[in-house]
C-alpha cells in the first residue's frame, strides 16, 4: 500500500556532504512521523534521525549539528542533509514510517560510503 523510494546516497571523501530523499507513494496520512535508519556491515539498524507531521526532529547524539532532516508534504518527501561526513558514517540508509493501523513501512536503502 505504501512504497518508500530512496536516492541520493554514493561515495564521497570525508568532510564532503550528500543529500538523501525519500519519496513516499500512497497514503501516509495516519503516520506521525518519517524516520532515517542506517546499517553498517555486523551492526543493527538503528535510528539516526526522525521528524513528525508537525515538524519535531529528532538525532541521535553522532550526527547533531551535521546532519538535517526535513519534509516537503506537498510532495510527500523526507530529506537527510549530510554534512560534514565521517568514514564512520558509511553505511545503507533506510527510510521508514509507521502507522498505529497498517504498521512498518521501509525503504529498500541506498548505500553512503566515505571515504579517508
Known amino acids: 500500500q505504501v512504497q518508500l523510494v530512496e536516492s541520493g546516497g554514493g561515495l564521497v571523501q570525508a568532510g564532503e556532504s550528500l543529500r538523501l530523499s525519500c519519496a513516499a507513494s500512497g497514503s501516509i496520512a495516519d503516520t506521525n512521523a518519517m524516520d532515517w535508519y542506517r546499517r553498517a556491515p555486523g551492526k543493527q539498524r538503528d535510528m539516526v534521525a526522525s521528524?513528525?507531521?508537525?515538524?519535531?526532529?529528532y538525532y541521535v547524539d553522532s550526527v547533531k549539528g551535521r546532519f538535517t532532516i526535513s519534509r516537503d508534504n506537498t510532495k510527500n518527501t523526507v530529506y537527510l542533509q549530510m554534512n560534514s561526513l565521517k568514514p564512520e558514517d558509511s553505511a545503507v540508509y533506510y527510510c521508514?514510517?509507521?502507522?498505529?493501523?497498517?504498521?512498518?513501512?521501509w525503504g529498500q536503502g541506498t548505500q553512503v560510503t566515505v571515504s579517508s
Open positions: 521528524i513528525t507531521s508537525g515538524g519535531s526532529t
Open positions: 521508514h514510517t509507521y502507522s498505529p493501523f497498517r504498521g512498518n513501512y
